[in-house]
């Protein structure tokens, strides 16, 4: 199973917040929403094997974890993700993991705490334009990705995942949260992870 966890420090954590229906005023939700379309979606078909988390730290509510693997049933298009965010956020219950719809989830939970589970079930690694190229980089089918926003990791969070994880690069330039996970992605198809 492939893992990517974004993160996102001013992304809302309220349906209410999107609801008001301004992507960029609930803490650059478009960015969250191409980043879960690169994730997951293929031409016609949808990538099975890859559990998509966001970590929002945003307001009201922070931290909000919401976990998205597409299964049979799960209500998701390209038109309508910010949707399915914003259903997903109304239906939080405090002091439970809620599954709200097939293979999409929502709790309250942390960055660290979040990464610390996903140990357990891979390598953590941390995308970061000074880290070793990923096409060199020991990737096993078990694995886990986290990537930031425009404004990156908290840097409190960052040294303690660097402990945990290895750092790697998708290349020599800054590219778009969204774009990154398409070359990570590109490059797992082609050593068919």
Do not use: W
């Amino acid at each position: 199973m492939k893992h990517f966890i974004y993160f996102s420090a001013k992304a809302a954590t309220s349906g209410k917040a999107l609801s008001q229906g301004n992507l960029m005023k609930a803490g650059r939700m478009d960015i969250a929403i191409h980043s879960l379309i690169q994730g997951v979606f293929l031409s016609h078909d949808f990538r099975e094997d890859v559990k998509f988390h966001f970590v929002f730290y945003g307001m009201p509510d922070p931290p909000k974890h919401i976990e998205i693997q597409v299964e049979e049933g799960t209500p998701i298009n390209k038109k309508d993700v910010s949707k399915l965010i914003q259903k997903i956020l109304y239906k939080y219950k405090e002091g439970k993991k809620v599954e709200v719809f097939p293979g999409c989830f929502v709790e309250k939970k942390s960055l660290l705490k979040v990464v610390e589970e996903l140990s357990e079930k891979g390598d953590i690694f941390i995308l970061d334009k000074k880290g070793e190229d990923i096409r060199k980089a020991d990737i096993k089918d078990d694995c886990v990705f986290i990537l930031g926003d425009q404004e990156g990791l908290p840097k409190k969070e960052l040294k303690r995942l660097k402990k945990i994880a290895t750092l790697v690069s998708v290349g020599p330039k800054t590219y778009f949260a969204s774009q990154t996970i398409a070359i990570v992605n590109n490059e797992l198809d082609r050593r068919d992870i």
